[in-house]
């Protein structure tokens, strides 16, 4: 008998054992579908707050103060080393710029600022730290290097306010990766034990294979086909599920994180990634799944 | 054909189900393996189709010693063994030509092969009409006969049968008994485990009985008939 023919004679076996057994089969698709829709989700949130992070972080800005009298090609040339050597976006704000500014944002004060003859404001460049350098340890010792610079009266790296979103991310990161794993352990364990109860039910089957004379590879062929397709079938019935659910919270959440930071609304709940990650985790589940489970009932 | 050498089986905890046997049944011969429930009929039966392994103790089946055997060679040494069971073990929802043809899907007999060789072996048991019938729907007799069209299929050198005709009324157990007696006039060795003493006087074969596990009697089936007409 050749491959293909022994490849359709297990496929028409496959075929056979969901048509008499169309309830625990569709029992085995739900639960892979649900498992996966909750991976997804969670895959789904930890992209969310990974959008959320980048967002937070692209507001860290280290303020570089400048001497008084600093002349305008060496803050050039001090500008031209940060991007090279940082990498970040940088802003240079003349001390005229600097006192309007703090006029628009405390108007309050604008008759005692009226008060000083010359402008007490000194220039600076604000320097946008690039991702992967907003962590409080790289700041710091950005800030010590640049205090070094003779061009540079003061540097001001938002301490307090770059240590707490460090904590907050660490903590999201830690959150969403526990969360994770739990809902991935609960899904291998769900997964496995509906497809050793689909298998079970055809115990019997095996049993009586097994006296005739089936290799473990004729039964476990036909087996792991149907574990195959029922997890393709389950991760798209999940995908469909996502991006119903997507469709539905997508304008909630871009409002929620649209009046948090803007710029973050445009995040992306069901990336293309995620589906394929879906369909490919749910084939990997059902043919693992299917695997281990079959195993057991082989020794006959 | 089948030989074996101070077999005993025993399960954990229990007396042993089987002690010390030794017999030989040669090729083509028909015999009956009888004695009362519990005797270690069905067990000796397991044993020679690999279902269980002896504890201790060799068993030659066609020249081969089964207890050395791996166990991914057991699939290819039960295809030259038919089985009948008592409790029938069909498929109940696949029809009567599929249950026949498992045993040459196993064996990878393409499919129209197979169902022109299936349809001439229910031709043979009587049941060539009722190919496209589910199990449930046949009676007892008729679905024994399937099980014998299943274990003869692929033309085993062996059959073994496990109380054939435990389940069947005296006109049915009649009828599965000349089909065997025709499987073995065409040269199969036939081993029938029964403890229905009429089947001994009526067809006076190789009678070995076991009793408590141990091989108590070998009688060729004239002296058993006369002996029990005696007694």
Known sequence: MSTSAKLRSALRSAVQGVRHGPFVHMVAVLTLAIALFALGLARSADGVIQSLLDALGGSVTVTIYLQDGTPEEEIAILVSTLEEQIGGATRVVTPRQALERLAMELPELSGLLDAFADNPLPASIELTMPEGKRDPEALQSLSKVLAEVPAVGDVDWGEELVTRLAAVAGGLRLGGLVAFIVVLVTTVTVVAATLQLAIYARREEIEIQKLVGATDRFVRVPFIIEGLLQGLLGGALALGLLLLFSHLAAPRVATLLGFLLAGAHDVELVPWRLGLELLAGGATLGLLGSMLAVRRFLRV | ?231
């Open chain 2, 1 to 231: 054909m089948i030989e074996l050498f101070h077999v005993s089986k025993a399960y954990p905890g229990d007396p042993p189900v089987l002690h010390d046997v030794n017999l030989r049944i040669d090729k083509g011969e028909f015999v009956f393996l009888t004695g009362p429930s519990g005797a270690g009929k069905s067990t000796l039966l397991k044993l020679i189709f690999c279902a269980e392994k002896a504890t201790r103790g060799q068993i030659l089946v066609g020249g081969r010693n089964i207890a050395r055997v791996r166990e991914s060679a057991i699939p290819y040494l039960r295809r030259n063994i038919g089985v009948v069971f008592q409790d029938f073990k069909l498929l109940p929802h696949r029809t009567v030509e599929d249950n026949v043809a498992l045993t040459l899907d196993v064996l990878g007999v393409p499919r129209i092969e197979a169902r022109e060789r299936v349809y001439q072996m229910l031709k043979r048991v009587g049941l060539a009409h009722k190919r496209d019938v589910l199990p449930p729907r046949l009676s007892g007799g008729e679905q024994q006969r399937v099980v014998i069209a299943r274990a003869l299929v692929n033309d085993p050198t062996i059959l073994l049968a496990d109380e054939p005709t435990g389940n069947l009324d005296p006109a049915r157990t009649l009828e599965i008994m000349d089909l065997l007696g025709d499987v073995h006039v065409r040269g199969t060795t036939v081993v029938v485990a029964t403890h229905d003493i009429s089947l001994l006087t009526r067809y006076q074969r190789r009678t070995i009985r076991l009793e408590g596990g141990r091989l108590v009697a070998d009688e060729d089936g004239v002296t058993l008939a006369r002996r029990l007409a005696i007694t």
